[in-house]
């Protein structure tokens, strides 16, 4: 069985932790390649959105809605791409999948964040998997305004 | 205001209805790239995830498991890849999105359709987005093996 990434989180790992409740981490994704990228992560290891309990599920809910807001609020975000794939789990042969969530916000305007502007080219399209990412003062930056503003949204 | 595509559907759109309950319609895609791709429709006009009602957030997970186990069943699909993006909406001026979700199922193995061969090369890996389709023939078909088999998924 492969080992799970997503049960053995370290502090390093946990860096851009925004939000967590019973059920669910919201972290600022490491990958910041659409500024303010989140992903999800259900604290318990479960395969995927069959296995997750009712309380987990009405949990989602209320912090996808809250990430949603954040990214309104702070970065203007006019549109926000989910997905659950955990690809990557099926590398291995004996997977081991652990859900997690991607939230990708979208926007119609330049974004300005640590000095650099970033347009969303192919707005109302599906989102470019191969996006230079932001450096890492940027993102540290960007971490530093949504934390600053958790409090409104959850 | 867009005027919005899935509260206009007629009955030719409906050709691949698979299951609708209270709050929901299942389809097979019309993009049959990933054999057994599905579309889950919001009877209600509802822009996104936030404001989806409790009852609809409740029976979309059961509608989600009741596909997946049903592609599991049917077609042997390993893995699910499920999205909710709604970008068409944001190629207006005034979008209008209404909230869907798109699965493409993911195979370990080939898997075979109306005697046509289908690999997923890139299983563990993101989906293609550049895939050619099924034919219609081998689509209808698929479509009937999905029917045959609702009745003990949903």
């Known amino acids: 069985m492969e080992k799970c990434e ?40 479960c395969a995927g ?10 949990s989602l ?7 949603e807001n954040l990214l309104k609020a702070v970065l203007k975000a006019d549109a926000f791409n989910w997905t659950c794939l955990m690809n990557n789990a099926y590398k ?19 974004v300005n964040i640590g000095g650099i502007q970033f347009v969303d080219e192919k707005f109302g399209h599906h989102y470019d998997n191969k996006l230079p990412l932001l450096g890492d003062n940027a993102a540290r930056e960007l971490f ?4 600053a503003n958790i409090g409104e949204h959850f």
Chains 1, 2 share one sequence.
């Open 6 to 45: 997503f049960c053995s989180l370290t502090e390093l790992d946990k860096k851009y932790l925004l939000y967590e409740n019973k059920f669910w981490y919201l972290f600022l994704a490491d990958r910041q390649d659409y500024p303010g990228r989140c992903i999800l992560v259900c604290k318990r290891h």
């Open 49 to 58: 959105i069959a296995d997750l309990g009712k309380d987990e599920w009405l």
């Open 61 to 67: 809910k209320e912090v996808m809605t809250g990430a």
């Open 92 to 110: 291995n042969e004996k997977p081991n999948p652990h859900i997690h969530f991607h939230l990708r916000p979208r926007y119609s305007k330049p």
């Open 144 to 147: 530093e305004m949504l934390v």
